[in-house]
């Protein structure tokens, strides 16, 4: 008697587990669209034609820009290298989903930031294929 009382509370504990790790799972897929927060799609007549500077999304958080890997920092030094007078200056940027990684909310972040500090316009080409501008919020008050 003892001994099926213990293994029906096992089973129902086994159960219970697996149902708790499915929803754990299923909550960390629903993360998918915010990407999307942050950002606001554009019409496609105010879309820019051209961009000055565009990189891909890499591994661990990282940019590719022309086949170099770039922290968030390195990047920054890159822009304000070429903002330099004598060089071509960055006035937007395109960020896109890199051959081997998708954006992540990591990268908008990153590049939101050097968008604000360096005074850009930031686009994100989002793992779907819309174009969308990065809303800056500056939460700075003069």
């Known amino acids: 008697m003892f001994n099926r009382s213990v293994s029906r509370w096992s089973r129902t504990l086994t ?5 708790a790790l499915l929803g754990v799972a299923l909550a960390a897929c629903g993360g998918r669209d915010d990407i999307k ?7 496609g007549t105010n879309a820019p034609t051209a961009f000055d500077l565009t990189v891909a999304a890499d591994k661990d958080n990282q940019f590719d820009l022309d ?7 390195d990047l920054r030094g890159h822009i304000r290298y070429r903002n330099e007078p ?51 919020v500056d939460d700075k008050k003069p």
């Open 15 to 19: 159960k219970a587990l697996v149902l």
């Open 86 to 136: 004598g060089h071509q200056s960055v006035r937007t940027i395109l960020l896109k989903t890199g051959e081997k990684e998708k954006i992540k909310n990591t990268h908008v972040a990153e590049l939101a930031s050097i968008a604000r500090d360096l005074k850009l316009e930031a686009y994100v080409r989002d793992n779907d294929g819309h174009l969308k501008v990065i809303q800056i």
């Open 37 to 43: 927060k942050g950002t606001s799609d554009i019409a």
């Open 67 to 73: 086949g170099a890997t770039l922290t968030a920092e």
